[in-house]
Each structure stands twice: as structure tokens, then as C-alpha cells.
């Protein structure tokens, strides 16, 4: 008998979890696809761009997204599973009838290792793919942006990162009293005369006339430039590094020969494994902290997770930062967020097996 439910306990796991593993993935999709669009809104919005374009850019993220979601479902999969397990003493009850720690863990061990490769499926082949294929959208979505929509007294917000003003409107390409606000950089541009006009190369030239350059850096740091003509040029061929890095649009391949060429080479080759690798750590994390909040709620479970989710996440873009700027060294700064949530592994577990 005893022999029939030790091979039966691990299935019945299984069951528990990849009902909520899939859950989980689309409940964390969905947080970070929000922030993704929020960062592209200025593309989308006002730009009468077909719905069927918004959602094939939505689609083509999502393997970028899945490799960050499946680590951080497999926790809360596992979290709430034992979570559930533990509050209503069937964790008591497996172990009354003599299974060990390691015979518990052993199907969420199996797990993680299946997400692991999935998540290393996609990391490896799709997400180069799918950032490729983002880019051709989102530079799509620029052909919709024309100068000749800017009107009189209205601010023209079709331009990514800049908000556009005139005072007066003589035709499609001579304007007054311009005011232009870049995002990216805090500056303010102000012109008497203006004459826009789009170039061949996908960008706009504007010539201003007799206006000032206000860099507005905060209340006791402003610089104010003045000039009598200048000429500057937008590109509206989209590179949003924000949404799509460009290290992500090189094959694995390319990043091994590269590999010393860039610190940024050097940092996606080992995220590429790193992410994948760490849905093992957080399972098992997960794990601990299921047990450990046996009684506090499904609730709690998700609330805990969503808060080591920003943590994860902070860690990561922070660690990259670093990398990126050579204060850390690329190797260590793509695996610092693993060896980090290893150490908690190894302190939660050893208290939750004493």
C-alpha cells in the first residue's frame, strides 16, 4: 500500500502544479507586458495604427517576456502548491506514512528542470527572432507618423520622445513660434521661424531660426544656448533599446565570436543560460517559502511572489547597468542574481529541514 501512494504522491504534485505554472506565466506576462507598453504608448497612440499591427508587436514579445515569466512562475506554482499542501496538513500526512524531504522534492526538482528547458528553448532560438521581427513592427508603426497633421496651438505628440508646438502654420512645411520638448535628455528648443520637412532617409529635418537651446537639469542646474540657425535631424527609424536590446538580435553563434569584443556580448551570452537556470533556484525557493507560509493564504502567495518578482527584476536591470558601464565584471553580473537568490535558498532550506 505504502508503495502504491510513494509512487502516486509525486503525480499527484505534478497535477498541483502545472495548472498554476500556466496561470503563473500569464498573470506575470500580463504585469510586464503593461510596463512594455507604457514604455511604446507614444507609438501607439494617435499614430492610426491598424490593431492588427498592436497586437502581432504584443505577440512577438512574448518569447522575450516567457524566458523572465517561467522562472518566476515556477515559483509561485511551487509556493502555492506547498503552501496549500502544508495549511491543510496533507504535508503531515505524507511524511506520517514515512516519505523523506528529498522523495517530495523530487517531482518539483523534475519540474523545474523541464522549465528550465523550455525557458532555455526560447532564450537560445525565439527571443533573437522575435526581437528582430519587433523591430521591423515598430520602425512599421513609424511610417504612420506625418508632419503634416501638426496644427496651429495644438501639441503634436506623434513624434516618439518629443512634443511639438506652433504658434502659427503657413503650410505643410514653413511654421512660427516652435516649441519642441525632447524627453530623452530634458531640453527645451524654442525658434521664431521654422521649416520642416521630411527626409528619404526616414527622418525629419528641421532648420530653426533665431530661438535658444534650454537644457533643464534641475532647479539650480539650467544652461540656455542661443542661436540664429540650426538645423536638426529626427530619425523615425525606430532602435527603442528600451523594448528590444540589441544584443538580443544576435544569434548565439554571433555572440560566442564576439564574445571579447563588448561587455555587453560578454553579459547576454551568459543571461541567455542564467535566466533559464534560475527557474531550478526559485522552484526550490519556492518551495521553502511554501512551506514556511503554510497558513498564510493563496493571497500572501501571490503578493510574496509579485514582490520577489520586482526584486528579481530590479536585480537583474541593475546587475546589467553595471555591466554595461564596467564597474562589474559582465560574467559575474549576469549570474549575481542567481548566486544572490542561491545564498536565500540555502538559508531558507536549511531551516525549513531542521
Known amino acids: 500500500m505504502k508503495n502504491i501512494l510513494f509512487k502516486k504522491i509525486p503525480l499527484y504534485i505534478f497535477k498541483e502544479l502545472y495548472p498554476l505554472f500556466v496561470f503563473a506565466n500569464i498573470f506575470f506576462i500580463f504585469l510586464l507586458l503593461i510596463e512594455k507598453l507604457i514604455q511604446i504608448a507614444d507609438l501607439f497612440l494617435g499614430n492610426n495604427v491598424s490593431i492588427v499591427l498592436i497586437l502581432e508587436t504584443i505577440l512577438l514579445l512574448t518569447p522575450a517576456l516567457l524566458v523572465l515569466t517561467i522562472p518566476l512562475a515556477s515559483l509561485l506554482a511551487v509556493m502555492l502548491v506547498f503552501s496549500r499542501l502544508s495549511s491543510d496538513s496533507e504535508m503531515i500526512a505524507i511524511r506520517s506514512i514515512g516519505v523523506s524531504t528529498f522523495s517530495v522534492l523530487k517531482p518539483v526538482i523534475i519540474f523545474a528542470i523541464i522549465a528550465t528547458c523550455l525557458a532555455l528553448a526560447l532564450s537560445l532560438s525565439l527571443v533573437r527572432k522575435s526581437s528582430i521581427l519587433t523591430i521591423n513592427n515598430l520602425n512599421k508603426i513609424t511610417e504612420n507618423i506625418s508632419i503634416n497633421d501638426i496644427n496651429e496651438n495644438e ?35 524654442t525658434a521664431t521661424k521654422a521649416a520642416i520637412t521630411p527626409t528619404k532617409e526616414k527622418s525629419i529635418q528641421m532648420i530653426l531660426m533665431d530661438g535658444r537651446i534650454t537644457k533643464v537639469g534641475n532647479i539650480y542646474d539650467t544652461s540656455v544656448i542661443k542661436f540664429q540657425d540650426m538645423v536638426i535631424n529626427i530619425p523615425m527609424n525606430i532602435k527603442i533599446t528600451d523594448i528590444v536590446d ?3 538580435t544576435l544569434s548565439t553563434t554571433d555572440l560566442f565570436n564576439k564574445y571579447s569584443t563588448d561587455r555587453r556580448y560578454q553579459f547576454e551570452l551568459n543571461k541567455r543560460f542564467a535566466i533559464p537556470l534560475s527557474s531550478i533556484i526559485l522552484a526550490l525557493f519556492g518551495f521553502t517559502l511554501g512551506v514556511s507560509a503554510a497558513r498564510s493564504g493563496a493571497s500572501f502567495g501571490v503578493i510574496i511572489a509579485i514582490l520577489i518578482a520586482i526584486v528579481y527584476n530590479f536585480l537583474q536591470i541593475y546587475a546589467e547597468k553595471l555591466s554595461y558601464s564596467g564597474t562589474l565584471n559582465p560574467v559575474l553580473g549576469a549570474w549575481l542574481t542567481n548566486i544572490i537568490f542561491l545564498i536565500l ?7 525549513v529541514t531542521k
Open 155 to 189: 501639441i503634436y505628440e506623434r513624434i516618439p520622445g518629443i512634443l511639438l508646438y506652433v504658434k502659427k502654420k503657413f503650410n505643410n512645411i514653413d511654421y512660427e513660434g516652435l516649441v519642441l520638448v525632447n524627453k530623452s535628455d530634458n531640453s527645451i528648443i
Open 345 to 351: 535558498l540555502l538559508i531558507s532550506f536549511r531551516r
Open 246 to 248: 540589441t544584443p538580443m
